[in-house]
């Protein structure tokens, strides 16, 4: 990986889902979800990029993301059409960016306030926070040396988000790529 990069990633299937059901559904569809609001884990046979992501917003809300090539969602997006009951769809159009390399953190100290340096990645931490006063959802991956941080937010903000965040990582000495709309 270079010393920074960040890249749009829109091209994966997102749901949500909430209710005081969200958590029995998904183990009946054979998704595993993280016990404690505000944390996130990778389920399914690779742990690498064709993961599906799930992230436990608050008690019963729950955000899923497949990997690259993940197609598990479009397997059971068709049961959460059928309205089972104490489960409510929520609608996932994010616009989506990765954020990664040696320099992350001096993009990140310059637009949003939390410090991402110091968090502890065993936790599988899930932030919400406001990146260049935009809400977004970020998660952070990887190792120290190498972390890396996905980043969603509402897809009307996303071409502002993805030209002020590349804006600071060209200043920073690294690279965009991916189409910003």
């Known amino acids: 990986m270079s010393a920074l990069v960040l890249e749009s990633r829109q091209r994966r299937d997102r749901i949500g889902l909430k209710g005081p059901r969200a958590a029995q559904w998904l183990i009946a569809n054979g998704i595993a979800s993280p016990p404690e609001p505000n944390t996130w884990m990778l389920c399914g046979e690779n742990p690498g990029s064709d993961a599906l992501l799930v992230a436990r917003l608050g008690a019963t809300e729950f955000f899923l993301e497949d990997g ?10 068709p049961d959460l059409d059928e309205n089972p009951p104490g489960v409510y769809p929520v609608l996932r ?8 390399g040696a320099r992350v953190h001096d993009v990140l ?4 306030n939390v ?10 931490p ?10 977004v959802l970020v998660v952070p ?6 972390r ?7 897809p009307t903000f996303g071409p502002y988000l993805g030209e002020s965040l590349g804006a600071v990582v060209i200043e920073c000495g690294g690279r965009y790529t991916g189409a910003c709309g």
């Open 93 to 100: 159009e994010d616009f989506a960016l990765s954020l990664g």
């Open 148 to 154: 890396q941080y996905r980043i969603w937010c509402d």
């Open 126 to 135: 899930l932030i919400m926070t406001l990146m260049i006063g935009v809400s």
């Open 68 to 77: 690259a090539a993940g197609m598990k969602l479009k397997d059971i997006a």
């Open 141 to 146: 991956q990887g190792a120290a040396a190498e």
């Open 109 to 112: 100290a310059q637009v949003c």
């Open 115 to 124: 410090n991402f340096s110091a968090l502890s990645l065993e936790a599988r």
